[in-house]
Structures are given as structure tokens and as C-alpha cells.
């Protein structure tokens, strides 16, 4: 019988994807205003709370990211908790490049960034501090507002695939 020592690999970059999607996430948009006041997103996996007092949250960032200047660039963030009806808002604001609030409803949050039509819940606040990390950057934000919509269950990420609570939603 072979230990984990033994059978451990190298982390090289497919393997390290491997081995991260066997844990579980959310799945969440981060919003905000472009500095021409157009709606701009990005959808997230790397998302957490951080601290009850002050409250704060994190989320993770990827340094070639073009939607994340415009998202520093705005009077906030809004972090929308994607529903497990919401898989398609999350591919469209996954994608790079071009329109990518064109379908999407939304409503604004009380500093005026889009809160997403259909989520769970919702966290609006100010960029507090980022720290390079690798490829990415860490984004922690100091929540001013928030609000539970409620509805199904959240959208989860897993082994590579959207799924639900209870059985996959493919």
C-alpha cells in the first residue's frame, strides 16, 4: 500500500487545478460602475469573509483581468451571491471582452452599483486594500451595505462544473 507521501505529485499547474476543484465554492459577480457609468463584472470563485468587526470580505482577482481596473476605478463594489439559477450570468460575466451586461437585469444597490437581478444575497462596499498574490491579486473590501433577496440554492463550483446543493445542475 502506498502512503501519501509516496503517491504525492509534483504541484505542477494541471495538477494544482486538479487537486483545488475537489473543494466546493460559491460562486459570486462582482460589480460595479465603469468610470464612463457603464455597468461592469466579473464573475468570482475565490470569495470570503475576513473580519465581523470592521466587516470585511476577500476576493481573488486575476492580474490579466480587464474588467478589474474598471472595478477599482468605481465608488465601490457590489458582491452579488449568484443563485443556482444564475449559471448563465456567471459564464456571461466570466467572459472577456465585449458587452458583458447586455441581458442582465439589475437594480441599483444604495451607492448606486448593480446589484444583479436573482441572487441570493448581496455586499456592497470599498475597496480597503489589495495584495499581489502570484497571478492574482487578493482584493479585501469593507462592507457598507448589504441585503438577502433569498430564493434557491447558490451556485456552486465543482470539479471543474456548476452544481447545486444536493445533485449537479448540468
Known amino acids: 500500500m502506498r502512503t501519501h507521501a509516496e503517491a504525492g505529485l509534483a504541484p505542477n499547474e494541471e495538477m494544482f487545478r486538479r487537486v483545488l476543484s475537489h473543494f466546493a465554492g460559491g460562486v459570486v459577480a462582482v ?17 470570503t469573509s475576513v473580519s465581523l468587526n470592521p466587516r470585511m470580505v476577500s476576493f481573488c482577482v486575476g492580474r490579466t483581468s480587464r474588467t478589474w481596473p474598471l472595478l477599482r476605478a468605481s465608488s465601490g463594489v457590489c458582491v452579488n451571491i449568484l443563485s443556482e439559477r444564475q449559471r448563465d450570468v456567471s ?17 441599483p444597490s444604495p451607492g448606486g452599483l448593480p446589484v444583479l ?19 492574482h491579486d487578493i482584493v ?16 456552486i463550483r465543482y470539479l471543474g462544473a456548476y452544481h447545486r446543493l444536493g445533485a449537479s445542475s448540468e
Not at 444575497?121 to 497571478?135: I, N, Q, T
Not at 479585501?140 to 451556485?155: D, F, K, M, Y
Open 31 to 47: 460589480t460595479g460602475l465603469s468610470p464612463d457609468g457603464d455597468p461592469a463584472g466579473l464573475t468570482v470563485s475565490s470569495f
Open 91 to 107: 459564464d456571461s460575466l466570466a467572459r472577456s471582452g465585449g458587452s458583458k451586461f447586455g441581458e442582465l437585469g439589475w437594480s
Open 117 to 135: 437581478d436573482g441572487v441570493l444575497a448581496w455586499l456592497e462596499g470599498d475597496v480597503d486594500a489589495e495584495h499581489r498574490a502570484g497571478d
Open 140 to 155: 479585501v473590501a469593507r462592507v457598507r451595505h448589504l441585503g438577502i433577496v433569498g430564493g434557491p440554492g447558490p451556485l
